[in-house]
């Protein structure tokens, strides 16, 4: 379970998150909405270890750990996963390769023998298969030269491999068109399980029609200002988020 | 943040896992160069008298010389009369067998991963082992010689094969040819020689392992190899030396020459000891290799990892003499500390439908500089030749740089000369991607190298590529926050 208590996060001197607290549990879909600026990407960052961030105050746990004093390689082997609004590429290093040496990492952390590359491939050709990938992409260097579409696909396809517990989606609905929304939709859904929790970060409510939330969080100014189920986020869709600012301020 | 910081310059230190000295007595000759020095190192070989004459003339003209300072590089001036230019380990002369071989020096290439006992010797690499300037041993001979290919040192050679080595030595790389190819020229003690017989497919990998070990000494090897038409073969040499504060000097001189129809590829893992992270000490690597496609088709593959020493200044380089010949390198280069190296080639097209590729890979950390210089000069009489040169330098960290120095000279309009270059670094981007994905910080880094010079490796033999890969891995090695 993943406890975020009064979280203070500055960047650059700059509080940006200014006291936020979040429960998520396991199997639970949590939707984190809010404005430009309102400090989304700071909060998946900040749980996922990426410098540059300050943590002034409050306290993130996960299964009782104390998440903010992990490196960001020790929150993937309990379970963390990011996916990237802007991946990055990796020039020469197949996507396999890199897959391959992160699902080990993870094994061994776990004491697991690792996995060996017939039993590798097999998983990854699965999990090609439900992402509707090609299995040239496997072979291509990590996201080079992959279309922003591609890109979001290959995160969740890293995703359904590594089988994280814990999935901080990041913008992951930007950039595509319909039908790749529909594929990385799709892609989530069958992720979902009673031992995993997704936390998606949107400024659209266009993704939560494909996948269906537990709880709808509107950020704002730093905090959660209102939390609700799916109808939020139609309602936010129609009004704005500028109704909310006000009585938030 | 808790987390120990990414930086990336603390990712990246140095630790030289072949540092170590074998205490062996040794013939040493006092520092110092002269003609009575050229004429002891010539009569210890028991080199035939117009060797030692062509050794005199090298000398003589390398007097007239002075030290090139076109490079980008820096270092003080090298005290030539202060190094010793002949080095030996005590041992029954010529030893018949390797029983007879002292077995500190079996144990000292056991030691460096290299086992002499063909027993041990991974299948199919026949080895000849270069220990300051006399080869030990050279292994699978016997079998070699079943195919009429003569693998030796070049001592043997001048010694067993004088025809050989008379129509060829200087051919390629001319004793006046540069100030460093003089001065090997004069004073070269051993390397490796092969000759690869007509239409013949050398049945396996050859390759030297060159070791410095003695102090104040410097190695000055040549080597020499020749396909005759129709023949292929596949050479690496590798190369280390012990961890000294002092700074010793390798001058080799490495020529091929190629007929007609005929391929040699030759692969260097070079880790000669690179110095501290302060600069001190380390191997200053003065290397003229060049390979002649005398007739047509023939081809030549220079493929090197060059990781160690302290100055690097080597361009391996083809004649592409014969019609429709083709020239190749592919070079990675890994500077860290306080390393400098300029290196690249040079493709000479003289033929009509001559092709050339040049893939080079450049990586930078600590305080290093590193230079690619390349020329690509086609003839007049070069009708239609090629070339595709594609230059990347990876920068790790902020306080390293990398230049690039690409000369272009074309004759001939027909030709078609293509130039791509990029510079990137190792971006915190990318190094969070790997680490959010479950790899240590170091891993991470080590898997982006990799990926970067993933061209040039795949140009490799198989059992290198695997070497090269933990050779860079070491070169990059340091703790992590």
Known sequence: MLEIRDLRVSVAGKEILKGLSLTVRPGEVHAIMGPNGSGKSTLSHVLAGRDGYEVTGGTATWHGRDLLALPPEERAWAGVFLGFQYPVEIPGVSNVYLLRAALNAKRRHAGLPEIDAIGFLKLVREKAKLMQMDESFLNRGVNEGFSGGEKKRNEIFQLAVLEPTLALLDETDSGLDIDALKVVASGVNSLRSPERAFVLVTHYQRLLGYIEPDFVHVLAGGRIVRTGDKSLATELEASGYDALRAPAA | ?481
């Open chain 2, 1 to 481: 943040m808790s987390a120990p910081q990414t930086d990336i310059e603390q990712l990246v230190g140095q630790r030289y896992r072949h540092g170590f000295v074998t205490e062996i007595e040794s013939d040493t000759v006092p520092p110092g160069l002269s003609e009575d020095v050229i004429r002891f190192i010539s009569a210890k070989k028991g080199e035939p008298e117009w060797l030692l004459e062509w050794r005199l003339k090298a000398y003589r003209h390398w007097l007239t010389m002075r030290e090139p300072n076109w490079a980008k590089l820096g270092y003080p001036p090298i005290d030539y009369q202060g190094i010793s230019y002949y080095s030996a380990p005590k041992q029954p002369s010529g030893p018949k067998s390797l029983d007879e071989v002292d077995p500190k020096l079996l144990e000292t290439y056991a030691k460096l991963g290299i086992p002499l006992h063909e027993r041990a010797r991974l299948a199919g690499v026949a080895v000849d082992a270069v220990f300051d300037s006399v080869s030990v041993t050279t292994t699978f001979k016997d079998k070699l010689a079943e195919a009429g290919v003569i693998f030796c040192s070049f001592a043997e050679a001048a010694r067993e094969h004088p025809e050989l080595v008379r129509k060829y030595l200087g051919s390629v790389v001319p004793a006046r040819d540069n100030f460093f190819a003089a001065l090997n020229s004069a004073v070269f003690t051993d390397g490796s020689f092969v000759y690869i017989p007509e239409g013949v497919r050398c049945p396996m990998e050859l390759s030297t392992y060159f070791r410095i070990n003695q102090a104040k000494t410097g190695q000055f090897e040549r080597t020499l190899i020749i396909a005759e038409a129709g023949s292929h073969v596949s050479y690496l040499e590798g190369c280390t030396a012990p961890q000294r504060d002092e700074n010793q000097l390798h001058a080799a001189v490495v020529e091929l020459v190629a007929l007609r129809n005929a391929e040699i590829k030759y692969s260097t893992v070079q880790n000669w000891y690179p110095g501290d992270e302060e600069g001190r000490g380390g191997i200053y690597n003065f290397v003229t290799k060049r390979g002649d496609c005398r007739e047509a088709n023939a081809k030549i593959s220079w493929t090197q990892v060059e990781a160690g020493s302290a100055i690097t200044w080597k361009y391996p380089s083809c004649i592409l003499r014969g019609d429709n010949s083709v020239g190749e390198f592919y070079s990675v280069a890994v500077t860290n500390n306080r390393q400098q190296a300029d290196t690249g080639t040079k493709m000479i097209h003289i033929g009509r439908n001559t092709k050339s590729t040049i893939v080079s890979k450049g990586i930078s950390a600590g305080r290093a500089q590193q230079a690619y210089r390349g020329l690509v000069k086609v003839f007049p009489t070069a009708e239609n030749a090629r070339n595709y040169t594609q230059c990347d330098s990876l920068l790790l960290g902020a306080t390293c740089g990398a230049h690039t120095f690409p000369y272009m000279e074309v004759k001939n309009p027909s030709a078609i000369v293509e130039h791509e270059a990029t510079t990137s670094r190792i971006s915190d981007d990318q190094l969070f991607y790997c680490r959010q994905r479950g790899l240590k910080a170091e891993d991470a880094v080590n898997l982006i190298v990799n990926g970067f010079c993933k061209q040039v490796f795949r140009e490799l033999p198989m059992e290198f590529a695997v070497e090269a890969q933990n050779l860079l891995n070491v070169s990059l090695e340091g703790a992590v926050g």
